[in-house]
């Protein structure tokens, strides 16, 4: 088992935060109310409301019977405490993707932004090394550079539960080739691009291949939309 799912909740029928809000457990409802943006709600709740979905059916029970730890790497659970897989989630803008598999597992999303100032955020947070050579890179190939980096990175931090600012720092992606540390010997990362807006990064444990997917709204599995990554090539430090 080995399944990311993608949507945007723009599309979706009227009704889904009502019906996520009822799905949440106690804790859920904690971190909901903490929220004050409006925007950031709305991501929590479809995203906790598309991993559920996804969930229900993969392992046919009931959305309100499932409970999601709040620390990396994250694990469902039957609300009675029995571990059911392990599952990660990501938004950016009104995009969610969430994926769910045997194996620790992490997912990232970022909007492919021009106007992201990525040279200044790799010179501060990235390795020099890496940054050095993402400098080198025009505009347009140096800002998709930079993002498949950072989702990688962001997806590896969630997998692994490693410190992200020490993941920036530490774990480089040069020419599309992971120079990861040894200590994340082991993780295999895929990357690719959601009708070329959205960079996604995706990192587990697990050789399976993931099977990828859009759907339309949180409900209509029926149309589904088969999505492609692209297996990272490791070079291991």
Known sequence: MFYLTCSDFEGWP????????????????????????????DQFLAGRLLLRQ?????????????????????RAAQTDGHPLCFVSISHTASCV???????????????????????AISAQFFSAAEAAWLQLQPAEEGLEAFLRSWTLKEALSKCTGADL???LARAPLVENRTHWP?????????????????????????????????RPGPFDSSGQQSIELAAISPEMC
């Open 165 to 167: 600012g020490q993941v």
């Open 97 to 119: 993707a969430v994926v769910l598999s045997e194996h620790p597992v992490g997912v990232d999303c970022e909007r492919l932004r021009a106007r992201r100032n990525w040279r």
């Open 182 to 214: 040894a200590e994340f010997t082991g993780f295999h990362a895929w990357s690719g691009a959601l009708d070329n807006k959205i960079q996604m990064g995706l990192v587990s444990s697990t050789v399976l291949i993931p099977h990828c997917h859009y």
């Open 14 to 41: 009227d009704g889904w935060r009502h019906t996520s809000r009822s799905w949440l457990g106690i804790a859920e409802r904690k971190r909901l109310a903490a929220i004050r943006s409006g925007a950031r709600r």
């Open 54 to 74: 996804c969930l229900a059916e993969t392992l046919s029970m009931a959305p309100t019977d499932i409970e999601l730890a709040a620390a990396a790497p994250i």
